[in-house]
């Protein structure tokens, strides 16, 4: 993520902003600034400092609760607060947005929303995979929970449920599609119906015969999943990237400091984005992103931090063809694995030791079902909030532009 000042200004003009919108102004057009100019100054030097503090909260919690439910909530809380103060200063200064450049910036601003939109829609799509996971993960639970003896036959069931989760957490990067359709394995319709079948035969599952299943749904789709089944997520990241630059000194002069703002809440969307894609599964995730930010920015210090600890725990050997960075994914992929090759060794009838081991690893998979029960349907609200937001804030502005509302 290299800091580029190519196509934009110098890092001695993008730092501290407001100062130099006054230093330049009285030096290009020998004028003080009128009491509105120096409200507008101490305006977007807050939102500045806003954003910057929120990126500091963010990249301050330590490696237990990074990348956690939790922290993506804090994550996108950032944002919500983060956008709704760019919106009202959208609002607020109106005139101004009308006029070039920044009414091409603005409208510049909202394409690259757009794009988000596409984002939300497939990060709700990863979370409601993550459900599937968790009831699978749920079915363990019950099967050999501490309220139940453990007999050959709940163990049967929880192996099967342990096997089937294995297969649908499988990172298969052959295609977007591939993954769409390994999805539908989770379907309403025949999760019902797969589960009597299973009850009602002799229990003898293996992999290659849950791979057959698979593939014999390869022509459907989940109905749950709401992006084309070509849909790329690292591509989308790109798009919403692409051409993204610091605004040049003369047009921070032109716009009182509102094209900087408006870089700012770019850069935030894109991160933000990028982070979301980073932890929740999608289709066709990808981490390669260019920002092109001056790094003695203020509030591009913390963001930077933030990308490379994300950067690094995705290049950890254990994280590197996992399906998210959620830690709760991580969670699940390893109890899953632990009581999976523990179940290959248990000999019936169960030995007091063994039977502790069991009752151990069950626990444990237990809290992780718990952190998601808890967490899931908080997220997935904000991500909801996320995208009606950017919904609202582009539609008022395409209205003060001037501009059609084209439905997407």
């Given at each position: 993520?290299?800091?580029?000042?190519?196509?934009?200004?110098?890092?001695?003009?993008?730092?501290?902003?407001?100062?130099?919108?006054?230093?330049?102004?009285?030096?290009?057009?020998?004028?003080?600034?009128?009491?509105?100019?120096?409200?507008?100054?101490?305006?977007?030097?807050?939102?500045?400092?806003?954003?910057?503090?929120?990126?500091?909260?963010?990249?301050?919690?330590?490696?237990i609760d990074f990348l956690s439910l939790s922290w993506?909530?804090?994550?996108?809380?950032?944002?919500?607060?983060?956008?709704?103060?760019?919106?009202?200063?959208?609002?607020?200064?109106?005139?101004?947005?009308?006029?070039?450049?920044?009414?091409?910036?603005?409208?510049?601003?909202?394409?690259?929303?757009?794009?988000?939109?596409?984002?939300?829609?497939?990060?709700?799509?990863?979370?409601?995979?993550?459900?599937?996971?968790?009831?699978?993960?749920?079915?363990?639970?019950?099967?050999?929970?501490?309220?139940?003896?453990?007999?050959?036959?709940?163990?049967?069931?929880?192996?099967?449920?342990?096997?089937?989760?294995?297969?649908?957490?499988?990172?298969?990067?052959?295609?977007?599609?591939?993954?769409?359709?390994?999805?539908?394995?989770?379907?309403?319709?025949?999760?019902?119906?797969?589960?009597?079948?299973?009850?009602?035969?002799?229990?003898?599952?293996?992999?290659?015969?849950?791979?057959?299943?698979?593939?014999?749904?390869?022509?459907?789709?989940?109905?749950?999943?709401?992006?084309?089944?070509?849909?790329?997520?690292?591509?989308?990241?790109?798009?919403?990237?692409?051409?993204?630059?610091?605004?040049?000194?003369?047009?921070?002069?032109?716009?009182?400091?509102?094209?900087?703002?408006?870089?700012?809440?770019?850069?935030?969307?894109?991160?933000?984005?990028?982070?979301?894609?980073?932890?929740?599964?999608?289709?066709?995730?990808?981490?390669?992103?260019?920002?092109?930010?001056?790094?003695?920015?203020?509030?591009?210090?913390?963001?930077?931090?933030?990308?490379?600890?994300?950067?690094?725990?995705?290049?950890?050997?254990?994280?590197?063809?996992?399906?998210?960075?959620?830690?709760?994914?991580?969670?699940?992929?390893?109890?899953?694995?632990?009581?999976?090759?523990?179940?290959?060794?248990?000999?019936?009838?169960?030995?007091?030791?063994?039977?502790?081991?069991?009752?151990?690893?069950?626990?444990?998979?237990?809290?992780?079902?718990?952190?998601?029960?808890?967490?899931?349907?908080?997220?997935?609200?904000?991500?909801?909030?996320?995208?009606?937001?950017?919904?609202?804030?582009?539609?008022?502005?395409?209205?003060?532009?001037?501009?059609?509302?084209?439905?997407?």
């Amino acid at each position: 993520m290299p800091a580029t000042d190519s196509q934009g200004s110098s890092p001695s003009s993008l730092s501290h902003f407001g100062r130099s919108i006054l230093s330049l102004r009285h030096r290009d057009h020998h004028q003080v600034h009128s009491m509105e100019g120096i409200s507008l100054e101490l305006e977007l030097e807050s939102f500045q400092q806003h954003i910057t503090n929120r990126l500091l909260e963010l990249s301050s919690v330590d490696d237990i609760d990074f990348l956690s439910l939790s922290w993506v909530r804090k994550l996108l809380d950032s944002f919500i607060c983060c956008h709704e103060e760019f919106r009202a200063i959208l609002q607020t200064h109106r005139v101004q947005i009308l006029r070039h450049p920044m009414d091409r910036m603005i409208s510049d601003y909202f394409e690259r929303s757009v794009k988000a939109l596409d984002v939300c829609n497939a990060i709700r799509d990863g979370i409601e995979q993550i459900r599937q996971w968790q009831k699978l993960l749920e079915i363990v639970v019950y099967a050999v929970g501490p309220q139940r003896s453990i007999g050959h036959g709940q163990f049967r069931r929880a192996k099967k449920a342990l096997i089937d989760l294995a297969i649908g957490m499988l990172d298969d990067k052959e295609s977007a599609a591939s993954i769409a359709n390994r999805n539908r394995s989770f379907g309403r319709n025949n999760a019902s119906k797969d589960h009597h079948q299973n009850q009602n035969n002799n229990g003898n599952h293996n992999i290659s015969n849950l791979h057959q299943h698979h593939r014999s749904l390869a022509h459907f789709r989940s109905l749950s999943w709401s992006v084309s089944s070509t849909w790329s997520a690292a591509k989308q990241i790109q798009a919403i990237g692409y051409n993204m630059y610091p605004p040049k000194p003369n047009d921070i002069v032109a716009t009182n400091g509102l094209a900087m703002t408006v870089y700012i809440m770019n850069s935030v969307l894109l991160f933000v984005m990028w982070a979301l894609v980073a932890a929740i599964p999608c289709q066709d995730r990808g981490l390669q992103v260019q920002f092109n930010t001056p790094k003695n920015s203020l509030w591009a210090a913390p963001m930077f931090s933030l990308h490379d600890r994300i950067t690094d725990e995705s290049k950890k050997r254990d994280r590197k063809n996992t399906c998210g960075l959620l830690k709760e994914i991580h969670q699940i992929e390893k109890y899953a694995r632990m009581m999976n090759e523990f179940a290959d060794s248990v000999h019936f009838p169960l030995t007091e030791e063994k039977e502790r081991e069991v009752r151990k690893r069950v626990q444990e998979i237990s809290q992780v079902c718990n952190a998601l029960k808890d967490g899931l349907d908080p997220l997935e609200r904000q991500v909801r909030e996320v995208f009606h937001r950017i919904v609202c804030s582009r539609t008022e502005g395409l209205e003060t532009l001037g501009k059609p509302n084209h439905s997407e």
